[in-house]
C-alpha cells in the first residue's frame, strides 16, 4: 500500500504514545486511504484516495 493520498499528499505523521507514568514510545498514525477508481486525463485509474478528500468532493469516483 503506498500509505500517501493521491490528490493531497496526506501520509503517516509520527508522535509519541505517552503512557499514565508519563514514559514515552514512537508511534505512528496512519491516514484512511481507500482504493477507488477516479477519471485522470480521460482514463480510469485506481488509486489510493483519503477518506476527507472523498467526503469534501475533490475527487470523483469513475462509474
Known amino acids: 500500500m503506498s500509505k500517501r ?13 505517552v503512557s499514565h507514568s508519563n514514559k514515552k ?9 481507500q482504493k477507488v477508481k477516479i477519471q485522470v486525463d480521460g482514463k480510469v485509474k485506481r488509486v ?8 469534501s468532493g475533490k475527487v470523483q469516483r469513475a462509474v
Open 48 to 55: 489510493w484516495v483519503c477518506t476527507s478528500c472523498l467526503r
Open 25 to 33: 514510545t514512537k508511534r505512528w498514525w496512519k491516514p484512511n486511504l
Open 5 to 17: 493520498c493521491y490528490i493531497c499528499g496526506k501520509g503517516p505523521s509520527s508522535g509519541n504514545s
